[in-house]
């Protein structure tokens, strides 16, 4: 009981923990174990520094395991593979092969510059699933923030995938009022088809959009996304998990975290349903 305690006084330091820079990171990858996986680091999927990824194989090995790539947040502006280690660890850990990219930026990159990277990404995560034990018929695609929407908007762009899994997705986030974004999805007539619930279909993979209930990703988004695609017949999954912020509901992928939300258990429960 006092153990528990003492992990739910830090659960609620989490948010500000992951949001303090460096040393948050630290502090969740010295938390994350080091079994339950091997790491093949930083191979290339295009030319340039941010075009590699690191793949997170289950170990002991699988054969034809379902296949997770990951695409992480930071308002398009920032992220670095190296720091979700502990989504490698909790996916590979569980017999899912877990491929993490890295991908090009605001200011060198803008809309539809990262959807390129990321696509490529995915593209050469299905060439490998062989030597990967991955199986390229159970690919999926997930993502956080920033992450969620690469991962939605290639996921309704009629890729072969199995699902996606989104955790606090901008869906529908017009209009633009931050300068920054203004810029990254220029220009202001083309605003409607960056956005992923403008390609909302009947007919796109199943889909399992995540979101909190404090989310600073408007949960709204996920709501109306939902909708769309329900409206028109898909196969959608929705949920809110109460009191769970924007940094909690990623955090809660980290092993000493699950029990802040079921994330974790929800998406390994969407990936084994494509058995």
């Known amino acids: ?16 923990l992951l949001a303090s820079g460096c ?7 010295d938390l994350t174990p080091h079994e339950g996986y091997r790491l093949i680091a930083d191979r290339p999927y295009g030319e340039g520094p941010r075009r590699k990824l690191d793949v997170y194989l289950p170990d002991p090995p699988a054969d034809h395991a379902p296949m997770v790539v990951f695409f992480y947040g930071g308002n398009w502006q920032s992220g670095d593979k190296a720091i979700y280690r502990f989504i490698g660890q909790a996916l590979a850990s569980r017999g899912v092969v877990a491929v993490i990219p890295d991908y090009r930026l605001y200011p060198e990159a803008r809309y539809a510059d990262f959807l390129a990277d990321a696509a490529a990404a ?14 390229p018929a159970r690919l999926f695609l997930m993502g956080h ?15 072969k995938i199995a699902g996606m899994i989104g955790l606090s997705g901008p869906y529908d986030f017009l ?9 990254i999805f220029a220009p202001e007539n083309a605003w409607p088809s960056t956005q992923p619930i403008f390609y909302a279909r009947g007919d796109a993979p199943p889909l399992l959009l995540l979101t909190g209930d404090d989310d600073t990703v408007d949960p709204g988004n996920t709501a109306r996304l939902a909708a769309r695609i329900r409206g028109l017949g898909g196969d959608v999954s929705e949920k809110h998990y109460p009191g769970v912020g924007h940094l909690q509901i ?3 992928m980290a092993a000493p975290f699950h029990f802040i939300a079921p994330t974790l258990a929800d998406t ?3 990936v084994e349903k494509s058995r």
């Open 1 to 16: 009981m006092i153990l528990r305690a003492a992990w739910l006084r830090l659960a609620g330091l989490l948010p500000l």
């Open 122 to 135: 995915v593209a050469w995560s299905g060439d490998h699933a062989a030597e990967l034990g991955g199986n």
């Open 250 to 252: 990623i955090g809660a």
């Open 175 to 183: 209009p633009l009022t931050d300068p920054a974004l203004r810029r």
């Open 268 to 270: 390994i429960g969407f």
């Open 23 to 29: 040393s948050a990171d630290r502090i969740v990858d």
């Open 145 to 159: 923030s920033a992450g969620a929407y690469i991962a939605a908007m290639l996921a309704l762009g009629r890729p």
